[in-house]
């Protein structure tokens, strides 16, 4: 008897080990799929699309509504600055906005309607906010060539540092290599304008790049008064210098036929 009662609870001990065994691979295999992933996709110039667990991000949103009839209607809309290529008031009245939240700086804010301004927060440089799925800090955007201070005083527009779980994207809206963006940490996604007159050069791009190294490089925003910006070059210079940082290159003017 106490052989067969061995038997017994030891037959008990191994089929529940074998339950917790799978419950643990069940848990495991749900903790995975709830890990979100990023995923980008460019539309213009400085419009992108962000979605991250089941959000929807426009960054600053041109191009009519059909630029966006392929994606979920925005949870949130992000602008940088006051310029038609960032704040495209038609673009932005055309959205259903029911659910959206809109963030901006100030500037913006007091050019949109009431009824748009009434669900947007305002972010100056250096404010941040939490938005549960993600969160945002407002980063100084400005010109620093004493010819280009005309077209982004320091103050009035915002680059942003996006923080999605343990990832973080830095968009640097229209500015140059300016300190606060040099002093930046732990980036892995760098979101870098470089066009002339109006932004930073090739140089100062990578120049900037090598000073807060993100692990990630997405040139955008590279179109100016003379065409493109050499963008190889840019590539070439932060290539050359260490292969530690990546530069991922997206389809950013897809209806242009210059190249």
Not at 119 to 126: F, P
Not at 179 to 206: G, H, W
Request: glycine letters at 4%.
């Amino acid at each position: 008897m106490k052989i067969k009662y061995y038997l017994i609870i030891t037959l008990f001990i191994c089929l529940s080990a074998c339950k917790n065994d799978k419950q643990t691979d069940v848990n495991s295999s749900e903790s995975i799929s709830k890990i979100s992933e990023l995923k980008i996709t460019p539309i213009e110039h400085a419009t992108m699309v962000l979605e991250y667990d089941g959000k929807t991000i426009y960054v600053d949103p041109t191009g009519g509504k059909e630029a966006f009839i392929n994606f979920p209607k925005a949870d949130f809309i992000l602008i940088t600055d006051i310029h038609s290529d960032h704040m495209h008031l038609n673009t932005i009245e055309s959205l259903d906005l029911d659910s959206a939240k809109i963030i901006a700086p100030e500037a913006v804010a007091e050019k949109l309607p009431k009824g748009i301004r009434l669900k947007t927060t305002s972010m100056i440089n250096g404010s941040k906010e939490d938005f549960k799925t993600f969160s945002v800090e407002a980063i100084p955007m400005y010109n620093l060539r004493e010819e280009a201070l005309k077209f982004h005083p320091k103050g009035r527009g915002n680059g942003y540092v996006l923080t999605f779980g343990k990832e973080r994207i830095y968009i640097s809206g229209d500015t140059e290599d300016i300190p606060e963006m040099r002093k930046l940490q732990n980036i892995d996604k760098a979101f870098i304008c470089i066009n002339l007159p109006y932004t930073m050069t090739v140089e100062s791009a990578a120049d900037a790049i090598f000073s807060f190294k993100p692990k990630q490089v997405y040139p955008y925003h590279y179109r100016g008064t003379d065409g493109y910006s050499d963008v190889e070059n840019f590539k070439s210079i932060i290539n050359s210098k260490t292969k530690d940082i990546e530069i991922v290159q997206l389809d950013w003017y897809p209806n242009d036929n210059e190249k």
